[in-house]
């Protein structure tokens, strides 16, 4: 074996050669694999701020539909002892401005006109309890994935929680045929 110093030169500048493209082939798979993980975060912190807003609208729709089963139950009363106070009732039972329990019942009011809208009140809550669900199932998610700062997650979470701490169980009994302590389960 003949060894030259062209053969040990031609021998080093090939294998230079070949870690120069290999570096330069793994910078360029290195750089899609940032600029993927950057898009991926942004589009996670942008779903959590839409989780935010859901969450809001949950809660000022779990509170809206709280107050009127409360004023449904007052008509209730009302009605067992003669309908005299129905109408200081509707004006009484508000969110915000609004009369909602008269945009809810209507202007008659009947045992079975009220036991249809505390079907149709149920059904609501039911539907933000299973929107709520959602929301906590994917804030889960998100956090399980590491693609966002635990602290917005958890501030989500701890939110969840809250919507059933103020509903409370009972609210949410009277108003929801499902069982209070089995949400109140599953949530935490």
Do not use: C, W, Y
């Not at 309890?129 to 929301?135: A, N, T």
């Not at 989500?156 to 499902?178: H, K, M, P």
């Amino acid at each position: 074996m003949k060894v030259s110093i062209d053969g040990i030169l031609g021998s080093a500048r090939k294998l230079n050669t070949q870690k120069r493209t290999e570096d330069d082939s793994s910078e360029k798979k290195k750089a899609p694999v940032a600029a993927d993980r950057v898009s991926i975060g942004s589009k996670v912190a942008s779903r959590l701020d839409s989780i935010q807003r859901e969450l809001r609208e949950v809660q000022t729709s779990l509170t809206r539909n709280q107050i009127i089963d409360d004023g449904i139950r007052q008509l209730r009363e009302d009605l067992g002892r003669g309908s005299q106070n129905s109408a200081r009732i509707f004006d009484e039972v508000r969110f915000g401005p609004a009369k909602v329990l008269h945009d809810f019942v209507g202007d008659s009011v009947t045992s079975d006109i009220l036991d249809a809208k505390q079907e149709r009140l149920r059904s609501l809550v039911d539907g933000d309890i299973g929107r709520l669900r959602r929301l906590q199932v994917e804030s889960e998610n998100i956090l399980a994935s590491d693609m966002a700062q635990p602290a917005a997650v958890d501030s989500i979470l701890r939110n969840i929680d809250s919507v059933f701490t103020e509903q409370g169980a009972q609210a949410l009994e009277r108003s929801s045929r499902l069982n209070a302590d089995a949400v109140m389960r599953l949530i935490k």
